[in-house]
């Protein structure tokens, strides 16, 4: 088996590589001139191939011969909305595109969306479905579920799975990062209240997820949701990376929204003056103070996967692999 990756130098992207390798599958790994990949060099049958997700001969080329396609690039942040289109769904119609040369072989096309896409949960936490009307609120949320949307219209011409992983936490994870350290400081801000609820995946679990998603046999078109199977909140969160660094967070202050839209307005401002996307963004606030839980069951059902780390055994993993690395 041949799997072409998309996003294969980013966060997610390297768990699936790094399994695919070790099961002895070959991967053919879309990377940019700019990206890091190191790490994937370090691992045997992955072969990377200089592609952009605005290259369709590229991309097309790449697909000859392969047996499935997992599509994980996107742009989590951007300087425009229409910046995250043109990379966001740009992207998935060039990877469909390829997906549709590689076909009738093609096993499966395994879309990575989001759960951001579905919207956050309500005041009570409750757990959204793939039933659940997609109410995105943020620019990004809106591109991925455009995305959605593109690879859906080839339900009925290629075997396509839509995967939309909770929040992804492990080794590797620049995003957790800033969280860890704020708690080696000992001085911790936070959003919202430490009794929101939140699903949550190890890096690990979302990619053995995403390669299940190639030999389930689901109906073509199905959406599932990610996570590891419990809902956590953020006093949970906090509690297991103390425990993990051996540190308490003296200081844990809970930030008005009215004062974290301030900052980002200013992110705003240097990132226009910079010409650079920043991550903090007015529009990234209105995901920020929210609950964020899914259903992952049908995922855990149908796609014959099983989340085999839970939070406080990842949050030990990803603080020894920060320490290893020399992040932390």
């Known amino acids: 088996m041949t799997v072409l990756l998309s996003g294969g130098s980013g966060f997610l992207g390297s768990h699936i590589a790094e399994q695919l390798s070790l099961a002895g599958r070959r991967v053919r790994a879309l990377v940019r ?5 190191r790490f994937l060099a370090t691992l045997p049958g992955v072969e990377l191939v200089d592609a952009s997700m605005a290259d369709r001969d590229a991309i097309v080329r790449a697909a ?10 996107g742009l989590v942040k951007a300087r425009t909305e229409e910046e995250y289109y043109r990379v966001n769904v740009g992207g998935t119609e060039n990877m469909l595109a390829a997906a549709v040369a590689a076909a009738p072989g093609l096993r499966r096309f395994v879309h990575v969306s989001s759960l951001t896409v579905a919207g956050p949960s309500d005041h009570q936490g409750t757990p959204v479905t793939a039933d659940t009307p997609p109410r995105p609120l943020t620019a990004y949320g809106r591109s991925k579920r455009a995305a959605e949307r593109v690879v859906l219209a080839k339900k009925d011409e290629l075997p396509v799975t839509i995967l939309r992983p909770a929040a992804i936490y492990g080794p590797r994870d620049r995003e957790i990062l800033a969280f860890f350290k704020a708690v080696q400081a000992r001085v911790l801000p936070y959003f919202g209240s430490t ?3 939140m699903s949550m995946v190890h890096g690990a679990d979302a990619g053995a997820a995403c390669i299940a998603a190639i030999e389930a046999d689901v109906a073509s078109g199905a959406v599932y949701f990610i996570d590891d199977g419990a809902v956590h909140t953020m006093a949970e969160l906090i509690e297991a990376v103390e425990g993990a660094l051996g540190k308490r967070a003296f200081l844990r202050m809970p930030l008005p929204e009215f004062l974290v839209r301030t900052v980002a307005f200013g992110s705003e401002l240097y990132g226009k003056a910079t010409d650079q996307a920043q991550m903090l963004t007015r529009d990234k606030c209105n995901e920020l103070f929210r609950q964020w839980v899914c259903d992952g069951a049908p995922a855990r059902r149908d796609l014959g996967w099983e989340p085999k780390i839970e939070i406080r055994e990842g949050i030990r993993r990803t603080a020894a692999w920060y320490r290893e690395a020399g992040w932390i």
Not at 33 to 37: L, W, Y
Not at 64 to 73: L, P
């Open 64 to 73: 000859a011969g392969v047996t499935a396609i997992v599509h994980c690039a």
């Open 33 to 37: 001139k700019s990206s890091d990949t």
């Open 195 to 197: 009794q929101n609820r």
